[in-house]
């Protein structure tokens, strides 16, 4: 259930303008858990980072975050 949670939250941010510059913006997983949270999602942190199968794009997170969270 959490991957599918997590999934949804990224699709909602790609057709959200609103939720997808405050997702670019975040910098820490704690941020975007809190993000998360405002938008009815609740996301299970260990299940953001491989080798989990990534459900961001790289073009929807900061540098840091694609660095913590995709296989570079």
Wanted: aromatic letters at 6%; hydrophobic letters at 40%.
């Amino acid at each position: 259930m959490a991957i599918k949670d997590i999934k949804a939250f990224s699709d909602l941010a790609r057709t959200n303008p609103e939720l997808k510059d405050k997702l670019a913006a975040c910098q820490k997983i704690r941020e975007m858990l809190t993000l998360a949270k405002e938008y009815d999602f609740n996301l299970d942190e260990q299940e953001l980072y491989p080798p989990n199968e990534p459900q961001f794009t790289p073009e929807q997170l900061s540098e840091r975050m694609v660095k913590a969270l995709l296989r570079a």
